[in-house]
């Protein structure tokens, strides 16, 4: 279980720092919105990822770390897995909020104005924010691997 457990968790890692990245860049080459249907493909392949790809992979990192520190009694008395446990809240609330849902609804407006139901001006009002979020949570992210990797002896729990 524990094993299982472990890759569950490593792998979810990986998907969410993909995902992020990949956002990044995604969102670095993204078109202004003058140039629609570009942009218009571009917010939808971004809302994809996020949907399909760094939601599920946050959901199972999360889990997997949950459940890891339920079965582990060792993880209850150690100061870097509560740390992670609270960076790992942190990303989820940051994720469904800052990432998830604006990328969903900017595609979907994107998807709206290009169908001419929606005015092209009222596009990319968030990219700033978002790009700022986005280097954030992947921060966050790489630090968490690194409490997982390195486990400092921070914060002992006195049992």
């Not at 809240?89 to 929606?118: H, I, N």
Request: net charge positive.
């Amino acid at each position: 279980m524990r094993r299982c457990l472990k890759f569950l968790h490593t792998m979810g890692s990986a998907g969410l720092l993909g995902a992020l990245a990949s956002l990044v860049v995604m969102l670095a080459l993204t078109p202004h919105p003058s140039a629609l249907p570009g942009y218009a493909a571009m917010r939808g392949a971004m809302g994809a990822v996020a949907t399909w790809v760094f939601l599920p992979s946050l959901a199972v990192t999360l889990m997997s770390g949950l459940i890891a520190m339920a079965i582990n009694r060792a993880y209850l008395n150690a100061g870097w897995a509560w740390l992670k446990l609270a960076t790992g809240v942190l990303m989820f609330e940051g994720g469904l909020v800052y990432v998830q849902g604006p990328m969903k609804q900017e595609a979907e407006q994107s998807a709206r104005a290009l169908a001419g139901l929606l005015d092209p001006a009222a596009l990319a009002v968030s990219l700033p924010g978002e790009r700022g979020t986005l280097w954030v949570l992947l921060a966050i992210s790489a630090a968490n691997v690194a409490l997982g990797i390195w486990r400092p002896r921070i914060l002992r729990i006195p049992s």
